[in-house]
């Protein structure tokens, strides 16, 4: 079968909270301050309560509300595709399966918690949500959310991708939201730092410090995050969920699970009920895919940070590259990011999830690959899922192993052309650390030829 589909009453009921199966789970938020637990007290100021304490549960299954169940029938379930026309191409006797999360009127995975988030804010008389959006995935995804629950959005975008991605800014104001580049003369964040450097192209760290701080200061306004925290994996597990029982249909199960990785919101959707399958002894690897040029897991230290630049935002235990790390201005702007959930961190830590770093050019050719086989642009996020899926397929075939791979394609690329344009006018090149010892120990795979 090539499209494997669910019917809306397949829609999964309640999301799957890895927490309750951890072997070991992270070390507790602290309250950037004090440097002691953070309590729920702290957090109220700028989420909701229901967040809070989906934030910190262990029960294993968690109820969707019938009004989030709702919105999520209008794209979900989504498909699950066989990739034949690549798998022909590599000419592998692996089968390679992908999960289509481009199918929301927005482009990605990120409706999938920009929905529930809008639902749980709005239920609780909260009037508005600020946030804050790198590429514009994020902001585009809070902003449908906030238009189809009847709440308002602010979104700080990140300088560099106001000036370079406008649609993704009209796509935000078409639904509505009120979008301001960052850093912004909005917030004390921003002024802060347009005073040492007014030309300053901004990062997501900065654009989380202006939208937590706008939350933070005006009584009816939370704060929404679109990656990184437990509840944010959680609401994303539905994509997991579907895929098993839709590989349950063709009878297959994955021996490996890949998903690209920025703060691990899709790949932790995609894999964490395998994984529950795997901390009971069931035998699947998942594959963490990040940039080179922003390799968190792979090289970065494992430890206590905030996940801004300000130090606002509680001090979270995972891998990080440094809350001040500027990475370079590569094409895939979701996977820009200094630090990682803290749910895939320690699990990275305790071996259940792995890492790999790849570079952008091989990405590219990977995603035209997909392009010419499959027929969908993928978002260049996705595509560094897709550089590894490949990767995978030809050493099944190298190994003579008729493999199940699956990865999730976390969104589409129509918003994205320019970075196609770089590549294939030979524009766009890998970005080099000028630290010798950093680029040498870079994890890099080996170069793939088709
Ligand atoms: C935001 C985004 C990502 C990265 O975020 P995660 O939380 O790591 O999933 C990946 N792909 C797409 C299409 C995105 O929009």
């Known amino acids: 079968m090539r499209r494997i589909l669910l019917s809306e009453k397949d829609l999964p009921k309640q999301w799957y909270n890895i927490q309750a199966d951890m072997p070991k789970l992270p070390p507790p938020p602290l309250n950037p301050q004090t440097k002691r637990p953070i309590s729920a007290d702290d957090l109220k100021v700028i989420f909701p309560m229901s967040l809070i304490e989906q934030e ?9 509300p019938d009004e989030v169940l709702n919105i999520y029938a209008s794209f979900r379930p989504t498909p699950l595709y066989r990739a034949v026309g690549l798998e022909k191409a590599l000419g592998t006797p692996a089968k390679i399966y992908f999960k289509h999360e481009g199918f929301g009127p927005a482009g990605s995975h990120k409706t999938n918690t920009s929905i529930p988030q809008a639902y749980y804010n709005k239920k609780e008389g909260i009037k508005r949500i600020a946030t804050e959006t790198g590429a514009g995935q994020w902001g585009s995804a809070l902003a449908l959310a906030g238009t189809l629950m009847g709440i308002e959005i602010t979104v700080y975008m990140v300088r560099i991708s ?19 580049p960052s850093p912004s003369d909005r917030t004390e964040a921003g002024r802060r730092i347009l005073k040492e450097n007014p030309e300053h192209p901004g990062t997501l760290g900065i654009a989380i410090s202006e939208a937590v701080e706008d939350a933070a200061t005006n009584k009816d306004t939370n704060y929404a995050l679109g990656s990184v925290l437990n509840h944010v994996l959680l ?10 029982r839709q590989l349950e249909i ?15 919101s899709n790949l932790g959707g995609i894999s964490f009920p395998f994984l529950y399958d795997k901390i009971n002894g069931k035998d699947v690897r998942v594959v963490a895919v990040e940039p080179s040029s922003c390799p968190t897991l792979t090289k970065g230290e494992f430890r206590y940070d905030y996940g801004d630049t300000a130090g606002l935002t509680p001090f979270l235990m995972m891998y990080t590259l440094g809350h001040d790390f500027v990475p370079p201005g590569i094409h895939a702007g979701g996977l820009r990011y200094h ?35 499959e027929g969908i642009i993928p978002a260049p996020e996705s595509a560094h899922a897709i550089k590894v899926a490949i990767y995978e397929a030809i050493k099944a075939k190298e190994e003579g192993k008729e493999r199940v791979i699956l990865f999730n394609l976390s969104g589409i690329g129509f918003l994205d052309l320019p970075s196609y344009e770089a590549y294939l006018s030979g524009k766009l090149t890998d970005f080099e650390y000028p630290d010798e010892k950093i680029r040498e120990s870079l994890c890099r795979l080996p170069e793939i030829r088709i």
């Open 339 to 373: 630090g990682d959930s803290p749910l895939v961190s320690q699990l990275c830590h305790d071996g259940l999830i792995e890492a790999r770093a790849v570079g952008q050019t091989a990405v590219f050719e990977s995603a035209i690959l997909f392009a010419r086989t």
């Open 162 to 180: 106001y000036d370079q991605k406008p649609y993704r800014r009209i796509m935000m104001e078409t639904w509505g939201a009120k979008v301001y």
């Open 235 to 244: 609401h994303q597990t539905v994509i997991g969920l579907e895929c098993k």
């Open 56 to 64: 910190v549960s262990t029960q294993r299954w968690i109820d969707i």
């Open 250 to 264: 063709v009878g297959d199960y994955p021996d490996v699970v890949i998903g690209c990785c920025g703060g691990g």
